[in-house]
């Protein structure tokens, strides 16, 4: 890959220095104190900041690896400046699924890269192409937990670096599911056959809002879809009570 081609856009390190200035405020603040505001605002921006900026290298992820294997058109289309706004509908890929994180902590996929699969050198490249948008997921939470338990820190930093770990683990979780339209099926697809891709086509705009719609209706399938993101949390190191500590700090508006 030539070196020109990736270029990070100054909105890139803006998010990148909101997310820090999130963290100082969170290292500086007094969780002993009740409803901290210095804690309240440190972990918000923290966790907003940092989500955003995983939302822009999970799909920075996907056309990076396209553009190596073979689809060059994502450069022309801006997809490696790292810039959040190539990737995302302002409503349906960034304001929509803030408010799902808000309203219940399941972060809805949020952004989307064009890929031209016909120009991938082969199915293999196709299906990594799809899973590296979650696998940058799950590196982004792993790096985040081991700060978190090798690094001495904060106790308020500590519970918004892991509350944005287990989003980082939950989003990894989610997209890998064989369900058309996320990830998961989408490293499957080149090995399916010409009708169940033509049928997994016509329910791929409906069918992530049909999950998300059960996952908040059917309560064992959202016990269960949860569940096993504290099980992967756990086992890449994660404090699911300090994880949840953050959640509640967070969440200001719920108390």
């Known amino acids: 890959m030539q070196r020109s081609a990736v270029r990070p856009s100054p909105l890139f390190f803006g998010l990148l220095a909101l997310t820090v200035v999130g963290g100082v405020l969170a290292a500086l603040s007094h969780p002993t104190t009740p ?11 923290l ?11 999970h799909e920075f992820g996907h056309a990076v690896v396209a553009y190596k294997g073979g689809d060059h058109s994502v450069a022309a289309k801006g997809y490696l400046n790292m810039d959040v706004r190539h990737y995302a509908d302002p409503v349906l ?7 799902f994180l808000a309203i219940g902590g399941i972060p809805l996929p949020g952004g989307a890269v064009w890929i031209n699969r016909w120009a991938l050198r082969s199915r293999a ?13 799950l590196a982004v939470g792993i790096l985040l937990t081991v700060a978190v338990t090798y690094i001495p820190m904060p106790v308020g930093l500590a ?3 892991s509350y944005l770990a287990l989003l980082q683990i939950l989003t990894f979780v989610l997209n890998i599911l064989p369900v058309p339209g996320l990830d998961g099926f989408g490293a499957i697809e080149p090995y399916l056959s010409p009708s169940a891709r033509e049928l997994a086509a016509k329910v791929r705009p409906w069918a992530p809002l049909a999950l998300f719609a059960l996952l908040f209706a059917v309560t064992p399938l959202q016990d269960a879809f949860f569940e096993l993101s504290r099980f992967v949390f756990q086992a890449v190191g994660g404090d699911y009570r300090l994880a949840i500590t953050g959640q509640y700090v967070f969440m200001f508006w719920r108390h």
């Not at 901290?36 to 921006?45: E, I, K, N, R």
């Not at 890929?93 to 408010?99: E, F, G, R």
């Open 35 to 45: 409803k901290d505001a210095m804690l309240t605002a440190g972990v918000f921006l």
């Open 93 to 99: 890929s960034l304001i929509l699924p803030l408010v």
């Open 159 to 161: 519970v918004g670096m």
């Open 47 to 57: 966790v907003i900041g940092g989500w955003t900026v995983s939302l822009t290298l």
């Open 125 to 137: 490249v196709s299906s990594w192409v799809s899973l590296a948008g979650p696998l940058s997921n």
